[in-house]
């Protein structure tokens, strides 16, 4: 039987993000990331004088672009892209130069000096593959994001999109970014 | 190609792993990550129950060979919405934790210096009887105080001080929710949940639901909001996640939320908007209330809230449209000022007003299951009336919870009777309370101190004996019904066995019921008693369906209007809903809410206000490395307006100081206070070397908040407290 295409993708819908900061723990987890950094991350943007005043909290980590800038910077082959669209970095081939984290628009990498590696998130590659979702979509309290295959015209991902404004974050770089925040 | 890349790493930092993986644990956290990871072969999943906050979530632990490698949501609970939140999450470094107390230990230099002496269990035991037993001959049992924090195995610790004959239990409530359970138990003769997934229209103040996280009203009110299902009106003095989220935020005037309800109530009752049906048939006492409200009109509310009348008004009129599918949220930990009972009434009856009892999208009485119950030898009550006199201070609280700063007072005081001895079970007095130079007071008072807890809290730190309790995860708990609109029968079983020398709180009190003579009491296993929990479930193979799944929630569905049939007899004096409360009447309280206003600061000081984020509640979570790393060190916000009149400057330390004490901490010169407020986050500023991350950093809530509490309920009133900021 022929695999069938996939590429997976997350929408965000950064409005219910409350940045109670449970994606950035069960990533944590899931996928032993040191202390001091970080796969995924909280932005925030606080505006106005009292009383008049907003908080906007954006969810944050590889973009899983289409045509990723960290993959064309690196010089070993290390950073690399599955046929899903899912990049990852092969830790045996980084030799640890970080042209791929001044290549990301959205800061997304961090140096492991431990490892003398760059790393970085993979959507839960293990996890996905056994056809779980990734660790920051499971455990989101207020289900912020929603993970799926953009060419199954039956997923969730593919109806909010089809239905719902969106926007992606740097579309000028040509990345393709594959994250879809919600507006 | 690359996926086996992947796994081919995996394994490189799998070799050689399991000689490593057992001596890495006793060094530090984090080793295990790097070497103790084991192949995916042996990979086990174990549903279980979080004890990170009193949620109560189920969970799915993922452990791999012998190690606690992650924590998931596990969906079958209803209540806890399969999701698994920060602190939640966090809870797999509880574990390896290298600030846990490994063994136990017996103090060997003065009290809070910090000298330990490692020690068995039969010496500390022994020890602690030993002192015990003094205290009892010399004091009686009551010269003894019991205090607990809310958990499964706290039964165990406050049935032993009840079997050792002391009246003198006190738990966490009255540091807690005593004001609003109380005050809607006043009225309904229950305290109803909260329908946030169907309501229409909430109104919140006194709880900041978004960061304050509560299953499932955090996840239902969200989705609810941002789905344009529900409108949310906020009233709080700080600029809270819940507020940028609202639809409206009004930084209320602190302590004046009692004077916005009264004139919604004035509102809705003079302009004939309340559920006449509803209030006939189910209530007593309406008419006393129409009357009674004339007097708050919006005009004047506006004065004392500083909230627009027009906007009372018109919020009036959209709660009244939005009938039984409106709620004003009651919030769960009140403990804010000196009214706060009357305060939580007030919700109640404009909660009852709009007929919103019992309705989907309105206030819920709390559905229950069934379960067994371990039958175990009674003992006697205790001779001695309790040390905080209860009965004749405060006679409508629950008198088994205590009443926990009247108590200190008394016990300071040595009236009505001297208490010296003090048994605490994972909680920490010197940061729960307000004012810890009274508690460093009553603690040198002491005999004797004996802790049990996971960590070495500032409590076990001034402590004599202090007994490491497993981690949650490492123990199995008895058998616990959640209650409400949703609910379930979770179980916790244990995950790994203890990493070092600890015991289950049960384990723990049979030690100590040992030496005192009182095993009669405690003859029994967790199992045993888990066993009788499980028989009377109604399900096939109850066991067998709680080790698999950790949870039961019969359909999951909620049902609604149940009590709503004429003849329903409300548990109140009246069998009615009691807007006109007689109880309250006849114990000398008002038996409508009142409005009395709260005291402002002066213009030289700020009024202290306090708070949580989403991943700390509890002052131990501070000291957790994965929760750490969000926040290394509090802070103290205040407002830019009265910062650059003081010159303090963002990021620069400040002193705060009340009538009781003063801290350090350094200024977050930010918009999002009013002016005449200043705020900052618990569970930092520790006495304890043994929190390592935090001790000394940051600052302590509990240094400067003065005593107060609650009339009615001696619920403590934190938002009393008046402070000068001055640059350090």
Known sequence: MAMKKKRYALVIDSRKCLNCKACVVACKAENKVPVGHFRNRINEERKGEYPTL?????????????????????????????????????????????????????????????????????????RVDKGEVPACVETCPSKVRVFG?????????????????????????GNGPQLYYLL | MGTIRMDRRLFLK???????????????????????????????????????????????????GGFIRKLNPNPENPKSRDMLCARGNAAVMQVYDPDRIKQPMIRVGARGEGKWKPVSWDEAFDYTAKKLAEIKQKYGPEGTL??????????????????????????????????????????FGTVPSFDMLNSKYVIMSGANRFESIITPDTMDLIGSVMERKAKLVYLDPRFTVTAAKADEWYPIKPGSDLA???????????????????????????????????????????????????????????????????????????????????????QAILNTIVGNWDQMGGMVPNASLPKGEFLFMPWDDPKASRVDEVKTNFPLAAASDGVYLKLRENVLSGKPYPIKGWMVYKQDPMNALPDQGKTLKMIEDMDFIGVIDLQMSDMAWYADVVFPESAYLERTDPVEV????????????????PIHDTKPNLEIVQGLAKRLGLSDYFDYTIDQWVEAEFKDLPIPMAAEHMKKHGVWAATGEAHY???????????????????FSERLQENGYDPLPVYNQIAQPPADRFRLILGRVGYFTHANQSNNVWLHEFMPENDLWINPAPAARLGIKNGEYVNVASSVGSVRIKARVTEEIRPDCVFMLHGFGKKSKMQS???????????????????VSGNAAFHGTFVKVSNA
């Open chain 1, 54 to 126: 907003s908080i906007n909290f954006e969810p944050e980590q590889c973009h899983h672009c289409d045509e990723p800038s960290c993959v064309r910077v690196c010089p070993t082959g290390a950073s690399w892209q599955r046929k899903d669209g899912i990049v990852l970095v092969n830790y045996d081939e980084c030799i640890g130069c970080r042209y791929c984290m001044i290549a990301c628009p959205y800061d997304a990498r961090y140096f492991n000096e431990e490892e003398g590696v760059v790393d970085k998130c993979t959507f839960c590659v293990q």
């Open chain 1, 149 to 173: 295959d953009l060419e199954d015209p039956k997923s969730r991902i593919r109806e909010l999109l089809a239905t719902r404004r969106y926007k992606v974050k740097e579309p000028q770089t």
């Open chain 2, 14 to 64: 799998t070799a050689g792993a399991t000689a490593g993986a057992v001596a890495a644990t006793q060094v530090g956290c984090f080793k295990y990550f790097k070497k103790g990871r084991s192949t995916a072969a042996d990979a086990k999943e174990i549903p279980t129950t979080c004890e990170l906050c009193p949620n109560k979530c189920s969970a799915i632990a993922v452990v791999e």
């Open chain 2, 146 to 187: 019991w205090s607990s924090t809310e958990g499964f195995q706290e039964k165990f610790f406050v049935n032993l001080g009840q079997a050792f004959g002391s009246p003198n239990i006190v738990r966490h409530p009255t540091l807690c929710l005593a004001s609003v359970n109380l005050a809607y138990g006043t009225t």
């Open chain 2, 260 to 346: 916005f309800i009264l004139a919604m109530l004035n509102v809705i009752i003079a302009e004939k908007r309340y559920h006449k049906d509803f209030v006939d048939t189910y209530t007593l006492g309406f008419d006393q209330l129409a009357e009674h409200v004339k007097q708050y009109t919006p005009e004047w509310a506006e004065k004392e809230t500083e909230i627009p009348a027009k906007d009372i008004i018109r919020i009036a009129r959209e709660f009244a449209d939005a009938g039984t599918r409106a709620l004003y949220y009651s919030g769960r930990r009140s403990s804010w000022y000196e009214n706060d009972f009357q305060m939580r009434r007030a």
């Open chain 2, 482 to 497: 959640m209650p409400g609109i949703w609910p379930a029968v979770v179980y916790r079983q244990q995950v790994v066995k």
């Open chain 2, 561 to 579: 209007g149940k009590t709503l049939t004429p003849d329903h007899r409300f548990v109140t004096k009246s069998g009615k809903i009691e807007i």
């Open chain 2, 693 to 711: 991350l935090v001790y000394n950093v940051g600052a302590s809530d509990a240094v400067i908040l003065e005593t107060a509490w609650d009339k």
